[in-house]
């Protein structure tokens, strides 16, 4: 009897196995293609990766979203023009599912390289599964079109293999939050951060800066990119009476840090986090209208327009497009950081008089400081690292039994004045 | 029959035996190391052989814990991460070349082992718990912001200079064959038998003179030496990582899961679940999770149920029995 459980087990697991394996090979062999070098080829293969689930997957999935709606717009217009070919090309999008996992991402990257043949690469969301791509993309000699990673190790002098094409390194995003604090005469600054790169390069220009101008923050702090629960650190901050109060997280940490603000029963008259000008719908249906209300953000694109552009869709373009082909999804940063990116890539292969990799760096670098697109300005450092984007301070407003996020600084740009200190109860 | 032909025909049989035992051992170090070194011929995604074979090392490292003394780390990662930093460390502030870097990144996982030694006096969920929680307190520490001047804190670790997708390949192959040896020499020695002693009974092995706390000491700094490689090789063969990418409690569970797939306490098994378990992950986890983790729940809760010896103790057990077969027909 004990023989026969065993064996019956032993077929179940085998069954299992079999079939997976079967149906694998059948993608694997659907998903293969390869590229002539002799001819122009008959696609440009553009490899992605996302995160369908995992703590990076709210960013994700718009950002793949972006990248797809480049790709069906190429299309639509019979592909894209690679100038070493002089013709159009149809573009075909290899993407897989990395579920947020920086070991699964690393294989997968190495997969689009050496089995996919991709003509451009585009990494997944973010710093921490965009490493894994950087020294493999070197070793392949394959050019990397970063979107959304600010890593400040990934750009270095000896490495052509990698273009910042979307987001600005975030030790750069505080500067004009510096100059508001400054200019509102907020002398008492709570900095909470999360220990991770992308954090931790904003908290430390923001504490740098603030010391410039003579303000040193009452509280200055990191905690593990994990945390959920902030009772005890908001206590914690609330004991040294701070006029405002900075949070510096990831989506997954600012949702729970606002949420947890009334709870606590302290009521700051600023309190700034990262990712609600990124994501607003998401944050809306999160956190909500009172929770969410006369909080501070950074004011990204769509918020903030670029309605003249010299390459694609301007950003309002781009949103109405974007809904109309994405009808669930909402537009935001992230999508518009794919889409964005990916237009750094068509540059790269309109303007490259050879279809090699360094041939496509050396026409981005070229476009660098020249070219605007729906998310501002694309100019790169000679590493290639971008430095064009400016993200203005915004403010969340109740609206029409939501909220509307305007900006509120710098004064040149601003849309409103911004309501400090924020209203009571 | 003579006394003296029986005598000489048994010592024929015991020597054939012993020979047998022997080829068996070293065929269960060359086959894996073989293959994986004649792999790249088949598969060009470098990376991936290597993933593949850092969870072999990592899934014999449980086997060597979990398969001998039945201790369950699921904080096992804590000295996969301590090797990669070790690893970090010894390229960035000691000037080390690549594959000496990845030995001391093995070192660096044992000296944290011997740090958490007080966690062997806990036993079954409590060890799990606590050795969990211990490898979350050394990610926090490892990223913390005060400790850039050594680990780079939260900006990541960067190994660039020093990347060789071959040379990582080859490394660990060899880290494999270091990995498969313990094994083998842990399973045939006065160790590995105390080590099963103790596992059966505690007190008796104790009563039978077996030093109950320097045997788990010892399979437990070995098992996170070879987690440390692991984590060298891994960190080389990627060079560009943070704190979550290898502080990450997925590698503990997958480690697991793939040593119990396979067959703890066997040779071969952590090898062939590693390998199996994770070509099916990378070949339908990727676009289809939600198909395979339905599929590895599945596969996890058939193990538990039927087959807590994994695939290894029904194939000794089938020919087990077509030996008996085979000799009742004879």
Sequence with gaps: MKVHRRLLGLAGVCAATGGVVAIAATQAQAGHTRASAASAPKQIVVGTLYASSGAYAADSIPQYDGVKFWVNQMNKQGGVYVAAYKKKIHVKLVAYNDQSSPTTAATLYSQLITQNHVNIMIPDFGSVLTAPAVSIAQDHHQLLFDATASGTVFFTPNNPYIVGAGIRNSAFWPDPLVQFLVAKHIKKIAILYDANDFDAAQAATLDHGLIAHGVKPVYYQSTATTTTTYGTL???????????????GYNTNDIPFLNTLPSAGHKFNMVFTVFPGQLPQLFQQQVGTKNLGYTYTYATPPLVPYPKVNLGLNTAQFSRAFKAAFPSQAVDYPAMAGYGTAL????????ATSFSQLAMRRAVGNASG?????IGQFKITKDGEEEGEFLPVGQVFPSHGGTAIKVVYPTNLATTKAKYPAPKG | MPEGVAGASGQRATRAQTWRRRGADVAAVLVPTVLFALARTVDSNLLLLVTIMVYVVLAQGVNVIYGFTGYLPFGYVGFFGAGAYGTYIAVAHLGAGAVEATVLGGVCAVLV?????????????????????????LSSLVSNPSLQSVTNGPYGADLSQVFSSGGSYWTAVVIVAFAMLVVVVLRRSRLGLQLRAVRADQVSASYAGVNVVAARTGAWLLSALLAGLAGGVYAWAISTFYPTAVFDTTISLFAIVFALFGGVGTVLGPVVGAVVLYYVYNAIGVNDPQYFQLIFGVVIVVIALFLPGGLAAVLLGARRRLATRGADAG
């Design chain 1, 234 to 248: 908001i206590d914690s901050i609330a004991a040294t009476n701070p006029q405002a109060v900075i949070e510096l």
């Design chain 1, 370 to 374: 020249k070219l605007t697109t729906a």
């Design chain 2, 113 to 137: 082992a011997i740090v958490l030694i007080p966690l062997l006096r806990l036993r079954g969920a409590y060890f799990a718990i606590a050795s969990l929680a211990a490898a979350l307190a």
């Design chain 1, 344 to 351: 750094i890539a068509q540059e790269a292969l309109n303007k």
